[in-house]
């Protein structure tokens, strides 16, 4: 296969990391019932903090390379625990409404990380390089696509592995899973549901930390302002949902739109051509092209569309596939439990 | 096991709940709680199972006083409880369900549990297919489901709260002769929360009767063999009645009066529905006419109501109302014209939690701009005081009791209307809240409206229903003589028995 073709790949899978990580981090914490809205405002001030973080060490000479940059994903990964904290806090304690909080969290840490990261902007700092997996790389095609990228991406196939694992087979996940759906059923067979709110909560958040860590450190190094991953919060909210709550699909559904978005950086670069004939049009449109199509695929999977699509199948696989399309959110998602 | 009860007191504000409550339960027994809504019997439950801590008193297993607090604390010590709705998740398996709240190991071992299931579901006679979703299940699955799960957890004494709603007869016959065994042979307790006394009759060797938090009587069951007579059952049932409620209530009769034209007509009228293949359905509704709806919730019976208030898409067929054809019409169109659909979730779609009686007194009131509180404020307090509802003007809906909030709804709804669309209009009130609520239904009736109604009280059904429809996984039947149908005969039928 063409070896231009399969690094564009590979450079898909690495831009798209970050929004892997984020969406696997709220998928948990979704499927704990608690929704944390603050993604957008959380990936930008996890993202400046680490990247002040690295730097700061880096400026002090503080450590050596790969421990500034463990400082700065730490960094990053407390902050976004923080965030998700307050959301749990004030849901589960205070008994606030969860989309507001995190809605007005939000827009406070976006603001937070335009102010804090004032005096860093546009200055290099420690970076996360490539480290191809010996012999792993040298299988043809896939190879080259997975296996010669930095080690959040690596993490990021172990994490999807690991949450559905933990998710499906094991006694915790389906405690994750009850105290989404139907607290009271967790209550009554032991489940400490706050409590597993809460840390489910924090774990989701520290992933989108980190995630917000993977901007500043390596997908787009340093910091800007308006920062490089704005929006991407919300894309990683609709990950979610395109994914049905499901790991795998989650990091399909993140792919895909990285892959919308090459697309169409391409075509504003190279223009458009069709049939060797070049196609003239206002070429910002192609920048909210992978936004149409989130926006169509969301219908199609959330919607009525699939039900009716599937009334054309014959009965024996309508059933087989409604199961594999299920897209029902957590039953419980968003609201508050109360032990009698 | 044998337990014991001495001195529970519960309160909820103002309400004592449970007032000095003592009473012992021996192994091998089942025994009936009775009482009507308030009674304090589920309260009572709720405290031996650990759902509720007691404000005071103590619980005595096998004469030792234990103290425990929480569900799962209670089911160590053996006692489980069987809550109305089974407290099951809904997205899970079978299997899955019944694997979790047990607590070995980190993975799941599916296959040993798997094994364990048919294991314990054969031999109760129980089908259950460990790799249905809970959703796809009937009420009595998963019944039976969270019954097996808590003795496999080793439950020694079973809690049931009103297990026998929404089950058909068969599936009550399988129910109770697992309980019998589980009793009479295996030597658990067995205590059965239930308003039905035709199920406490029959299947309980005891009963204990709560009124207002007090414990007011216990008694022996008439040994429940094959001479077991009507007239033993008749009078058992008056004594049952006499104590829960301290007076003799009459049955109630339908008044009789002339039924008149034709209101809703349906021909053919196939419902659209994903899950149900739903068959058409002809029936006639003439004015001063109540039809009963029989069937298990979700046999499509729910679907043909709203089909006909036009709340659900239609996909063939014809149907009109009060002489009109409706297929084109919206439900606030047909409502405007006197047809009221009333919902089953009283909360969700009947009344609006957070707004108080006067508010929802004005959503009915006339449709001028602005609202004229004064009057509506005369309004709300003419309802109460017709409806006996015990409730203030400026307390919001979800303050008020079950009971109380379904005389709100029915207070609502207009005084001459020419159809009602009521899903289980009496669910989850007592004997004395149902027929008052009957009784003001019926006197629409007789001012010329017709009644279309569904629920799962068989009773309720064959008491005022002119005309029956049973409705089995889509398809119906119009019951043909409903004076000559018993309670019996109708619960097979709803479990898609038609022969006999």
Known sequence: MNEEFLNTLGSIIGTATPLVIASLGETITERAGVVNLSLDGSLALAAVTGFAAAWTAQEMGLLDVPMQLAAGIAAAMIIGALIALLVGFSSIKLRRDQ????????????????????????????????????????????????????????FSYFLMFAIWFWLFRTRGGLALRAIGERPEAAYARGAPVQRLRYWYTFLGGALVGLAGAAYSL???????????????????LAIVIFGGWHPFRAVLGAYLFAALRAVSSNIQTNGLFIFGQEINFPFVLLNTLPWLLMIVTLLIVSGGLTERLLQYMPRGVQHRLRAFLRSDPPKALGTRFEAE | MDIELRNIHKRFGAIHANNDINVKFSHGRIVGILGENGAGKSTLMKILSGFQPADEGEILIDNDIIDYTGPTAAIANGIGMLQQDPLDVGAFTVLENFIYGGVEGITLKRAEAAARLKDLSRRFGFELDPFQPID??????????????????????????????????????????????????????????????????????????????????????????????????????????????????????????????????????????????????????????VIG??????????????????????????????????????????????????????????????????????????????????????????????????????????????????????????????????????????????????????????????????????????????????????????VPDVNQTTIDELGHMIGGDFNN
């Open chain 2, 136 to 289: 796809n299940l009937l009420i009595a699955q998963r019944q039976q489901l969270e019954i097996i799960r808590l003795l496999a957890l080793g439950v020694e004494t079973l809690i049931l709260d009103e297990p026998t709603t929404g089950i058909s007869a068969d599936q009550k016959d399988i129910l109770f002769d697992a309980l019998r065994r589980l009793a009479h042979d295996e030597g658990l307790v067995v205590l059965l929360v239930s308003h039905k006394l035709e199920d406490v009759i029959d299947l309980c060797d005891e009963v204990v009767v709560l009124r207002n938090g007090v414990m007011v009587g216990e008694m022996d069951m008439p040994v429940s063999d094959d001479n077991l007579t009507s007239a033993v059952i008749a009078e058992t049932k008056q004594q049952l009645v006499t104590m829960m409620f301290g007076e003799v209530l009459e049955a109630q009769q339908r008044p009789q009066y002339e039924i008149g034209a034709p209101v809703l007509i349906t021909e053919e009228l196939v419902v659209h529905d994903q899950r149900l293949d739903m068959q058409p359905i002809t029936l006639t509704a003439q004015s001063g006419e």
């Open chain 2, 293 to 478: 709806l029989a069937g298990l919730g979700g046999s499509g019976q729910e679907l043909f109501m709203r089909a006909c208030a036009r709340l659900q898409r239609i996909d063939s067929g014809a149907l009109s109302f009060d002489g009109q054809s409706s297929l084109k019409s919206s439900y606030r169109q047909l409502f405007r014209r006197g047809c009221v659909f009333g919902a089953a979730g009283r909360l969700e779609e009947g009344l609006i939690a957070g707004l108080t009686l006067t508010e929802h007194s004005a959503l009915v009131s006339d449709d001028k701009l602005q609202i004229d509180w004064k009057s509506v404020e005369k309004q709300t307090a003419s309802r109460i005081d017709r409806y006996r509802i015990k409730g203030r003007n400026s307390d919001t809906i979800e303050q008020l009791s079950g009971g109380n909030q379904q005389r709100v709804l029915i207070g609502l709804l207009p005084d001459d209307p020419k159809l009602l669309i009521l899903e289980q209009p009496t669910r989850g009130l007592d004997v004395d809240s149902a027929r008052w609520i009957w009784t003001q239904l019926l006197e629409r009736c007789q001012r010329g409206a017709a009644i279309i109604f569904n629920s799962s009280d068989l009773e309720e059904l064959v008491t005022y229903s002119d005309r029956i429809f049973v409705f089995y996984a889509g398809q119906n039947h119009e």
């Open chain 1, 218 to 236: 390596n997908v787009k190094p340093g910091w800007s302002s308006p920062p490089a991953m704005q929006g991407d919060g919300w894309i990683a």
């Open chain 1, 99 to 154: 989309v507001a909080v995190g809605f007005v969290l939000t827009l406070l840490a976006a603001e937070l990380a335009r102010f804090l990261g004032a005096d860093y902007t546009r200055i290099p700092g420690p970076q996360i390089t490539r480290w191809a997996i010996p012999i792993l790389e040298d299988i043809p095609v896939i190879g080259t696509i997975f296996f010669q990228q930095n080690v959040l991406v690596y």
